[in-house]
């Protein structure tokens, strides 16, 4: 029975090593063409390592768009909205599990059918609002809008946190004398570290990589990078050196905020699926 399951689990890593590979080879492809000069990128037969080394990708990326400029917008839109997005969505949350009322089971419906639609059915209504109150190809409005529609998918994730959190330490603290907000903070919020992070990594990774929302709500001022490199590759479709740079410079953050908080994401998912 044991021999069995040994071979079972050697099966499954092997299958989980393969999958591996066919998901990293390309991006690791992507990565060294980056590094190799234009005519190697372009070679027949093509080499998978640079045979020389090279950062001229990266400045005709830079020279043939405002590759900087950018990237901070992006970084910032992102930022900014997920930050209000897990603080709104983690109190709103609260505020729904620890009520008590039947509305709430509503509520909590009502979050998930917001999770359920669909971005590209209410862009054209977003676009017209932000249009509207004067916001259009700004920051602040790519910020409201991404937290707007990311934050039911906060509340979704917190909702499970506070659930497997019982009641009997918020009537604790109210005895001694602690406010909701104040319970809130000093006692709620250091448990639920895990589902804070967890969620605030999975929104700044929504909002990281929209290009939809962004495409329609920024002209130049705003413009993210998904947006701009979208357009550079209509332009100079033929040139892959600079493509598969850009292609780098955009997902080479999140691979690496993904690596220092696989550890957060894990616990996260797992102290949120573990109830009682």
């Known amino acids: 029975m044991k021999k069995g399951k040994s071979i079972k689990l050697k099966i499954a890593i092997v299958i989980s090593i393969i999958v591996t590979l066919f998901w990293l080879i390309p991006y690791i492809y992507v990565i060294c063409c980056s590094f ?9 037969p093509p080499s998978f ?12 990326l830079f020279s043939r768009m405002d590759a900087a400029k950018y990237l901070i917008n992006s970084l910032t839109t992102a930022v900014g909205s997920t930050l209000i997005a897990v603080i709104l969505g983690s109190l709103a949350a609260y505020a729904i599990q620890r009520s008590g009322a039947k509305l709430s089971v509503w509520l909590v419906v009502l979050i998930l059918c917001l ?4 971005t590209s059915s209410i862009a054209v209504p977003i676009y017209e609002i932000i249009c509207n109150l004067g916001l259009y ?3 602040i409005a790519l910020i409201i809008v991404y937290a707007a529609v990311n934050m039911p998918f906060v509340m979704w994730t917190m909702l499970s946190f506070y659930e497997g959190i019982p009641s009997t330490l918020d009537e604790a603290a109210y005895v001694d004398g602690a406010t909701s907000l104040q319970t809130f903070r000093r006692i709620i919020l250091p448990i639920c570290t895990p589902g804070l992070a967890t969620a605030f990594i999975f929104t700044l990774f929504l909002a990281w990589n929209d290009f939809l929302l962004s495409l329609l709500l920024t002209s130049m001022n705003a413009k993210t ?7 550079f590759l209509s332009a100079y479709n033929q040139d892959l050196g600079p493509m598969c740079a850009g292609a780098f410079l955009f997902s080479f953050p999140v691979m690496i905020l993904s690596m220092f908080a696989q550890r957060y994401i894990v616990q ?3 102290a949120g699926a573990v109830k009682g």
């Open 36 to 44: 190799k000069p234009g005519s190697e990128v372009v070679a027949v």
């Open 137 to 139: 190809d700004t920051k």
């Open 268 to 270: 996260g998912m797992t």
């Open 49 to 60: 390592l640079p045979k020389v080394f090279s950062t001229e990708s990266f400045s005709q």
């Open 225 to 231: 990078f998904t947006v701009g490199l979208a357009g």
């Open 115 to 118: 999770k359920m639609i669909p």
